[in-house]
Each structure stands twice: as structure tokens, then as C-alpha cells.
């Protein structure tokens, strides 16, 4: 079955994956963690490829979709705009020859990348990008240029615990 697909211009997809990329959080849950945020950034590609829903064949796929990109994803935050932006261009070329393609390799695909894109994402942006801000944040803070803050008035505001969280060091 091939679509009609509209083209769209890949500076409006890389916005779209980078705009909705940020809320890949948003529905966090226990069972499937981030699914229905990369869903969501996933929904733009899955509107244009099927968009007559009034054909079967079309809503067929299009629900077929819409369930593959429910399973379990867990995924850096920032480095998910990466993953969206591969799992919907396998979405693109399962449409255009669904005979050809094997749709379990989409799932496969994104569960083979979660792990080490986790990795480097959170040595790098939980880690790294984390202390080097706080250190320049203590700097700063001993001439008084960050609003006046004292550093240990840094360090305890940091080491308290927030509401709602359970982890008093916020990692």
C-alpha cells in the first residue's frame, strides 16, 4: 500500500522532532516510561504518511503505527530527537514498500539504540554538564556575581530535598 504522502520541507521535521523532543517526559509512567512521549513526536510523521482515514487499509496502518510506537522506550532526554527522527524515516520507507520491510525492524532499531544513547547521554549531560555548571556556579557565587549567593548557601540549597522527590541529591 503506498500513501500519498505530503512533502514537507526537513527543516519543518528536524523542528518538529527537536520541539516535541522536549516533551518526551511529559507522560512518564512505570510501565513503558517515555512510550507516549515518543509517540507524540512520532504522531506529525504518522498524520502525513497515512492521512486518509477514511480508507481501511490506510487507518489500518496507521493504528498499527500508532501501537508499534507504544512499546517500552526509555531513552537521555536528549538524545531521543536523534532516535525520533531515525524510527520516522523507517516509518517513511515501510510505507512507501510495506512488502520489503519488516516494521519489527523500527522497534528493534530503537530498542538497539536506547541503551548506549543512554549512556552517553547521561555521562554527558547528567554528569559532566551538571558539575562543571555547578562549579561555575560556585565561582561566580564567591564574588557575589550569581544575584549574591554565598557557595554554601549554593551547596545546601542543592543538597536539600525538592517535593515530591525521594532522591535528596536530585539525580
Known amino acids: 500500500m503506498a500513501t500519498a504522502t505530503k512533502d514537507v520541507s526537513l527543516n519543518k ?22 512510550n507516549m512521549g515518543f509517540l507524540y513526536g512520532m504522531v506529525p510523521t504518522l ?3 497515512y492521512p486518509d482515514e477514511s480508507d481501511p487499509k490506510q487507518l489500518a496502518a496507521k493504528k498499527e ?4 510506537h ?13 532516535i525520533l527522527g531515525l524510527a520516522a524515516s523507517m516509518e517513511e520507507e515501510y510505507a512507501k514498500d510495506p512488502e520489503n520491510f519488516d516494521p519489527d525492524s523500527i522497534n528493534a532499531v530503537k530498542t538497539s539504540l536506547m541503551g548506549p544513547l ?6 554527558f549531560f547528567q554528569g559532566t554538564i551538571r558539575v562543571i555548571a555547578f562549579g561555575l556556579g560556585v ?6 556575581g550569581a544575584g549574591g549567593v554565598h557557595p554554601r548557601q549554593a551547596l545546601v540549597e542543592r543538597l536539600q530535598p525538592r517535593r515530591g522527590q525521594k532522591d535528596q541529591l536530585g539525580d
Not at 507504544?70 to 536523534?82: D, G, H, I, K, R
Not at 543512554?118 to 555521562?123: E, F, R
Open 13 to 34: 521535521k528536524v523542528g518538529q522532532f527537536f520541539w516535541r523532543s522536549w516533551a518526551i517526559q511529559a507522560s512518564w509512567n512505570y510501565e513503558r516510561q517515555m
Open 47 to 49: 498524520d502525513r504518511l
Open 65 to 68: 503505527a500508532y501501537h508499534r
Open 70 to 82: 507504544m512499546a517500552f522506550y526509555n531513552c537521555t532526554p536528549q538524545t531521543s530527537a536523534f
Open 118 to 123: 543512554s549512556g552517553i547521554g547521561d555521562s
Open 139 to 144: 565561582q561566580l557565587a564567591q564574588h557575589r
